[in-house]
């Protein structure tokens, strides 16, 4: 990204996505769903379009993405960028962080829950990276039902996905085909 995209990028941020929101409106789009979000930032936008303080598409968010330690995006797009690391991703591996984490998310006003269950790097598909353990994807899913929020889940292979559809996700997104 060039230095102008970066400072364009900034201050449209910083402006509460003002160009991002006049376009959605003016092509008809009505409503979107986050795939992963700067929180609370994404919650704090919602509400102010909510309220009718700023014109924009209804906002529908997981707020930051479960991930495992080092695994994607932290270790992938988002490597060497911890202010985003910080506020885009939660690095979980064990059962009962996972857990407080949902409900923290859940007070803080997230719409659903969003988990990368999966161990492929998407910008370079033969690159594996940490994957979250099946028992934290499972208690992540049943404490985000359990705060009535929904789940989304980015898989990354078939097996992956069977997993996910097992123990009750409400959704599949992001799955990569990949061979070997």
Not at 104 to 112: I, M, T
Request: glycine share 8%; net charge positive.
């Amino acid at each position: 990204m060039s230095l102008v995209d970066m400072i364009s990028y900034m201050w449209d941020y910083f402006r509460d996505y003002t160009r991002r929101r006049c376009l959605a409106i003016e092509n008809g789009v009505t409503s979107i769903r986050s795939g992963g979000d700067h929180y609370p930032h994404i919650v704090k936008l919602r509400e102010k379009i909510k309220s009718g303080k700023l014109n924009g598409p209804r906002i529908f968010t997981p707020g930051p993405i479960f991930t495992a330690p080092g695994g994607h995006p932290a270790s992938t797009i988002y490597r060497g960028k911890r202010y985003i690391v910080e506020h885009v991703t939660r690095q979980v591996e064990d059962m009962k962080n996972a857990r407080e984490e949902v409900k923290r998310l859940a007070e803080g006003g997230v719409d659903c829950i969003k988990a990368i269950y999966g161990d492929v790097d998407p910008m370079d598909l033969s690159h594996k990276v940490p994957k979250l353990a099946l028992k934290v994807l499972e208690a992540l899913v049943d404490e985000a039902h359990k705060q009535q929020l929904s789940t989304m889940v980015h898989c990354g292979n078939p097996e992956d996905t069977m997993d996910a559809v097992k123990i009750g996700t409400d959704s599949i997104e992001h799955w990569y085909f990949t061979r070997g």
